[in-house]
């Protein structure tokens, strides 16, 4: 049995580590679209080419669509994994 001290100093402890761990998968995320924004933005600059965008996004219904060069690619298993990484890490 646990006095009720230490049952609140437990509740703040895993309080603070899912903030953390929140905030880690949120950062890394924001990373990873501020490193495609700024690659994007090199390769134009050193290519000199404005055909559009190199790099776009699409959450639009649902679905997850990324355009790399030109080429469409639908990932629509990755909301899975992300759904499962969440339910996971953030549990």
Not at 21 to 29: D, E, K
């Amino acid at each position: 049995m646990e006095t009720r001290m230490e049952r609140t100093k437990r509740r703040k402890k895993e309080k603070r580590k899912k903030f953390f761990r929140r905030f880690i998968v949120y950062a890394s995320i924001a990373l990873l679209f501020l490193g495609l924004i700024a690659t994007e933005k090199a390769i134009k600059d050193l290519s000199r080419e404005n055909t559009g965008k190199m790099f776009f996004i699409d959450l639009g219904n649902g679905e997850f669509n990324i355009q790399l060069f030109g080429k469409n690619y639908n990932l629509n298993y990755f909301k899975e994994v992300l759904n499962k990484i969440y339910k996971k890490v953030l549990k």
